[in-house]
């Protein structure tokens, strides 16, 4: 069974940084790009990154562009989103989900979600 | 970026009635476009991909079509469980982006 568990996530002042990972099992982790989507309280979804297989590749939206970095362990089968410089409109759920196809990407498993919080 | 508009925002209907949701592209995005189903404090599901191929497990009373700019889902005889948000999302870009999202409600 595919699953994807997201751990890390909690609260944080304005400006602070935060960790957050997942952890992919009971499918071939390397061989499938993996992508962040977050979404804020009440509001709707929002990607925010990607990275390819090998980590050679990696997307970002433009609201975390240059703060946000993601990078994966496909030993250890864990995908990560490093978050610097965090601001209040940064809270959200942040969800990771699988990519799977050969032109139309989209995503078919998806974690439960971890809740990050920015505030002092 | 590629910006999705869905319209409309929310929409009333009942059990047994056929619905459509429309998502606009802000360019063309070829037939690059998913919809996916959510629900309170649920991650999303993904109901079609590329346009119009049904996800596994999914009911075939979803539907989707469209090209280009314009993009429809439709849902025949509404269900209960039915009752959610509904997301796109395009993957013609390298920055992929969702539409705002359409509450159907009962």
């Known amino acids: 069974e595919v699953q994807l568990v997201e751990t890390g996530g909690g609260l944080v002042h304005p400006g602070g940084s935060l960790r957050i990972s997942c952890a992919g099992s009971g499918f071939t982790f390397s061989s499938h790009w993996l992508t962040w989507v977050r979404q804020a309280p009440g509001k709707g979804l929002e990607w925010v990154a990607n990275i390819k297989t090998d980590g050679s590749e990696k997307n970002y939206g433009d609201s975390v562009k240059g703060r946000f970095t993601i990078s994966r362990d496909n030993a250890q089968s864990l995908v990560f989103l490093q978050m610097n410089d965090l601001r209040a409109d940064d809270t959200a759920v942040y969800y990771c989900a699988r990519e799977v196809g050969s032109s139309s990407y989209h995503f078919d498993y998806w974690g439960q979600g971890t809740p990050v919080t920015v505030s002092s | 970026d590629i910006q999705m508009t869905q319209s409309p925002s929310s929409l009333s209907a009942s059990v047994g009635d056929r619905v459509t949701i429309t998502c606009r592209a802000s360019q063309s995005i070829g037939p690059f476009l998913n919809w996916y189903q959510q629900k309170p404090g649920k991650a999303p599901n993904l109901l079609i991909y590329?346009?119009?191929s049904l996800q596994s497990g999914v009911p075939s009373r979803f539907s989707g079509s469209g090209f280009g700019t314009d993009f429809t889902l439709t849902i025949n005889r509404l269900q209960p469980e039915d009752f959610a948000t509904y997301y796109c999302q395009q993957s013609h870009s390298s920055q992929y982006t969702f539409g705002q999202g359409t509450k159907l409600e009962i």
């Open positions: 590329a346009t119009s």
